[in-house]
């Protein structure tokens, strides 16, 4: 008893060393996705291996692993800086939801150039995957702005995942799993976040741009220039370049980083040079500032054939240099007594933190976090607004320029009043033309396009006007198609609707030539008015288009065809009565020689003096 007593912390202590080298370590190591969950990061189970000379194949690899040469991640950091090589990650995944068993791998980190992906499962099988961006952007599973894989794990099996990175730029390898559903949620969260900075940068860029146009003022371009230049750096380092801008050009995607960096590291400086009058308050200064940009100027030309590793890493490390010196312009000026500098100095001083947390974690020496991963973003978007009310500070002290400015806004004033009137104008006449084809449509048929009975009274009344001023004819003829009730009644209403248009359709073609007036009467009846044609001459027109419907058979929904006829009344109109008895009158013995038609045993004209050629159904 006493011997146990006494070596118990010996056995503890040998216990706690192989709970964290034994089967017991291994096993913490495998991920187990739990029924409910929706995403999560591997970063907790994940082992690495460098290989500083990229010459290990996949079997290899595997070799490595079973050996124990993996080991886990340095602090739990997924951050290794500009390395050399290639970096090895692995990681067992067990499914154990049973809803999800199509997972999406996603590497938060854009700027990797080659990923290739091993899934391998029980039976041996491996699956194999390639991302990067030394692939179009299409060769992504999902158009995302990062690199990700979609992942078939099966329920309950211990699947390997082998991850292979190698990249010029930084070696950042945040994996992270995520259901479908969680996806959408995080990219929608994401993308809302990047719109608003962008929508930050946008409206501050066309607020600016409305001040340098109107001042053109030097201060407000260079902002502008740094503005955009910042804003397409982040939007490159956020992959969003690659996705939208150059999505098949992964050579313009390497080269945009470095390019981009200096673009904006020559716009800070030349706005700096500007805004803190540097040639006239320190020339030494000055001087400095024009030998920083002409630098920048040299390596933005010289990253097109340097290696991208290289050019990066100084590009990099010079925005450190450039955002410091301008911090030390600012507070020589702002000794020297100009008062605007101390807001200058302020909004740089918050895009120097968060530019430089962001380049210490590119190089490895800060940890990923929400604050170092979006620093840049939160510090620029800061340095934006304090920089925009700083011009606006330095705008107040030009004042004596106001009558200049006053005469400049009026004039543009009387302009836009009269784009404004031009513009008025047009669109009252649109309004007019709008207003008649809405009058026009309210005297049309829905059903058959044709126009309605209240526009034919009105349009008829005016033709009865002109045949009696130009003394020449006019006739009325009222159509009814044959035993419409049956076709209803058996093939349906929609059939129905079918055949009237078609009808109309007939009967206009027919009637084009004479120049008729044609509208639909009600239900399957249909009404023209006829110019320059006696009885006669219009109960031949009556027959022609009696043949012309009977001269084919409708064609409706199905591919069935329905034969159709029509029973035909005409009546020439007598000029010499009054215009609303006429009218009436026409219609009237129009009706009576149609009814006369269709006593007669249907299919055929009459006249309201006596039938006209008769043709038998």
Same mark, same amino acid.
């Given at each position: 008893?006493?011997?146990?007593?006494?070596?118990?912390?010996?056995?503890?202590?040998?216990?706690?060393?192989?709970?964290?080298?034994?089967?017991?370590?291994?096993?913490?190591?495998?991920?187990?996705?739990?029924?409910?969950?929706?995403?999560?990061?591997?970063?907790?189970?994940?082992?690495?291996?460098?290989?500083?000379?990229?010459?290990?194949?996949? !079997?290899?690899?595997?070799?490595?692993?079973?050996?124990?040469?993996?080991?886990?991640?340095?602090?739990?950091?997924?951050?290794?800086?500009?390395?050399?090589? @290639?970096?090895?990650?692995?990681?067992?995944? &067990?499914?154990?939801?049973?809803?999800?068993?199509?997972?999406?791998?996603?590497?938060?980190?854009?700027?990797?150039?080659?990923?290739?992906?091993?899934?391998?499962?029980?039976?041996?099988?491996?699956?194999?995957?390639?991302?990067?961006?030394?692939?179009?952007?299409?060769?992504?599973?999902?158009?995302?702005?990062?690199?990700?894989?979609?992942?078939?794990?099966?329920?309950?099996?211990?699947?390997?995942?082998?991850?292979?990175?190698?990249?010029?730029?930084?070696?950042?390898?945040?994996?992270?799993?995520?259901?479908?559903? @969680?996806?959408?949620?995080?990219?929608?969260?994401?993308?809302?976040?990047?719109?608003?900075?962008?929508?930050?940068?946008?409206?501050?860029?066309?607020? +600016?741009?409305?001040?340098?146009?109107?001042?053109?003022?030097?201060?407000?371009?260079?902002?502008?220039?740094?503005?955009?230049?910042?804003?397409?750096?982040?939007?490159?380092?956020?992959?969003?370049?690659?996705?939208?801008?150059?999505?098949?050009?992964?050579?313009?995607?390497?080269?945009?980083?470095?390019?981009?960096?200096?673009?904006?590291?020559?716009?800070?400086?030349?706005?700096?040079?500007?805004?803190?009058?540097?040639?006239?308050?320190?020339?030494?200064?000055?001087?400095?500032?024009?030998?920083?940009?002409?630098?920048?100027?040299?390596?933005?030309?010289?990253?097109?054939?340097?290696?991208?590793?290289?050019?990066?890493?100084?590009?990099?490390?010079?925005?450190?240099?450039?955002?410091?010196?301008?911090?030390?312009?600012?507070?020589?000026?702002?000794?020297?007594?100009?008062?605007?500098?101390?807001?200058?100095?302020?909004?740089?001083?918050?895009?120097?933190?968060?530019?430089?947390?962001?380049?210490?974690?590119?190089?490895?020496?800060?940890?990923?976090?929400?604050?170092?991963?979006?620093?840049?973003?939160?510090?620029?978007?800061?340095?934006?607004?304090?920089?925009?009310?700083?011009?606006?500070?330095?705008?107040?002290?030009?004042?004596?320029?106001?009558?200049?400015?006053?005469?400049?806004?009026?004039?543009?004033?009387?302009?836009?009043?009269?784009?404004?009137?031009?513009?008025?104008?047009?669109?009252? @006449?649109?309004?007019?033309?709008?207003? +008649?084809?809405?009058?026009?449509?309210?005297?049309?048929?829905?059903?058959?396009?044709?126009?309605?009975?209240?526009?034919?009274?009105?349009?008829?009344?005016?033709?009865?006007?002109?045949?009696?001023?130009?003394?020449?004819?006019?006739?009325?003829?009222?159509?009814?198609?044959?035993?419409?009730?049956?076709?209803?009644?058996?093939?349906?209403?929609?059939?129905?609707?079918?055949?009237?248009?078609? @009808?109309?359709?007939?009967?206009?073609?027919?009637?084009?030539?004479?120049?008729?007036?044609? !509208?639909?009467?009600?239900?399957?009846?249909?009404?023209?008015?006829?110019?320059?044609?006696?009885?006669?001459?219009?109960?031949? &027109?009556?027959?022609?288009?009696?043949?012309?419907?009977?001269?084919?058979?409708?064609?409706?929904?199905?591919?069935?065809?329905?034969?159709?006829?029509?029973?035909?009344?005409?009546?020439?109109?007598?000029?010499?009565?009054?215009?609303?008895?006429?009218?009436?009158?026409?219609?009237?013995?129009?009706?009576?020689?149609?009814?006369?038609?269709?006593?007669?045993?249907?299919?055929?004209?009459?006249?309201?003096?006596?039938?006209?050629?008769?043709?038998?159904?």
């Amino acid at each position: 008893m006493g011997f146990g007593w006494s070596r118990w912390p010996v056995q503890l202590a040998l216990f706690l060393i192989l709970s964290c080298t034994g089967p017991w370590a291994r096993a913490q190591t495998t991920l187990e996705l739990s029924p409910g969950m929706a995403g999560t990061s591997l970063t907790d189970h994940t082992r690495y291996r460098h290989d500083v000379h990229a010459s290990d194949d996949t !079997a290899s690899a595997f070799r490595r692993l079973a050996a124990g040469e993996f080991v886990p991640l340095p602090g739990g950091s997924h951050e290794f800086g500009f390395q050399q090589g @290639a970096f090895w990650f692995h990681a067992s995944i &067990v499914n154990r939801n049973t809803h999800e068993q199509r997972w999406l791998l996603v590497q938060r980190y854009a700027l990797s150039d080659s990923i290739d992906i091993y899934v391998k499962y029980p039976d041996g099988r491996v699956v194999h995957h390639a991302g990067g961006d030394s692939l179009p952007f299409e060769a992504r599973s999902i158009r995302y702005r990062h690199p990700n894989f979609w992942l078939d794990l099966p329920l309950g099996e211990q699947v390997d995942l082998l991850v292979r990175v190698q990249s010029q730029s930084s070696m950042q390898v945040p994996l992270d799993l995520y259901t479908p559903t @969680a996806f959408v949620d995080l990219t929608r969260d994401a993308q809302l976040a990047i719109g608003i900075y962008y929508g930050i940068l946008v409206a501050l860029f066309f607020y +600016n741009l409305v001040l340098w146009l109107t001042l053109r003022d030097p201060g407000y371009f260079w902002y502008l220039f740094h503005l955009s230049a910042f804003g397409m750096v982040l939007f490159t380092l956020n992959g969003l370049g690659y996705e939208y801008l150059w999505p098949n050009s992964p050579w313009l995607a390497d080269k945009s980083v470095p390019l981009s960096i200096c673009l904006a590291l020559i716009g800070m400086q030349q706005f700096a040079r500007t805004f803190l009058e540097l040639r006239e308050r320190w020339p030494w200064g000055n001087r400095v500032s024009l030998a920083l940009i002409v630098f920048f100027a040299l390596l933005a030309l010289a990253a097109l054939q340097m290696p991208y590793r290289l050019s990066t890493t100084i590009a990099a490390k010079a925005v450190l240099f450039g955002v410091a010196w301008i911090a030390i312009a600012s507070i020589v000026v702002l000794r020297r007594g100009y008062a605007p500098a101390r807001l200058f100095l302020a909004a740089w001083a918050l895009f120097l933190l968060g530019t430089t947390s962001f380049t210490l974690v590119a190089f490895g020496v800060l940890p990923k976090t929400f604050v170092t991963e979006y620093g840049v973003q939160i510090g620029s978007a800061l340095e934006m607004l304090l920089l925009s009310i700083a011009l606006s500070r330095r705008y107040a002290s030009l004042r004596q320029e106001n009558e200049r400015i006053v005469s400049d806004a009026n004039l543009r004033l009387e302009r836009k009043v009269a784009q404004r009137t031009q513009e008025l104008r047009g669109t009252l @006449a649109q309004l007019e033309d709008a207003h +008649n084809r809405l009058r026009d449509s309210s005297r049309r048929d829905g059903l058959t396009g044709l126009y309605n009975r209240t526009h034919f009274r009105e349009a008829f009344e005016a033709m009865l006007r002109e045949s009696r001023v130009l003394g020449s004819p006019l006739s009325l003829l009222m159509i009814d198609l044959d035993h419409f009730k049956n076709i209803n009644d058996q093939h349906g209403h929609l059939v129905g609707d079918d055949c009237l248009r078609w @009808a109309a359709h007939r009967i206009g073609d027919t009637l084009r030539p004479y120049k008729a007036l044609l !509208a639909r009467y009600g239900g399957e009846e249909f009404i023209v008015g006829l110019p320059g044609h006696d009885l006669a001459a219009a109960a031949d &027109v009556g027959e022609v288009l009696r043949r012309q419907l009977q001269q084919e058979p409708c064609v409706v929904r199905g591919g069935q065809e329905i034969h159709i006829s029509a029973s035909i009344g005409v009546h020439a109109v007598q000029s010499t009565e009054d215009s609303a008895s006429s009218i009436d009158a026409a219609l009237m013995a129009a009706d009576l020689a149609l009814y006369s038609a269709k006593a007669q045993g249907r299919d055929q004209v009459c006249t309201s003096a006596a039938p006209y050629g008769t043709t038998q159904v």
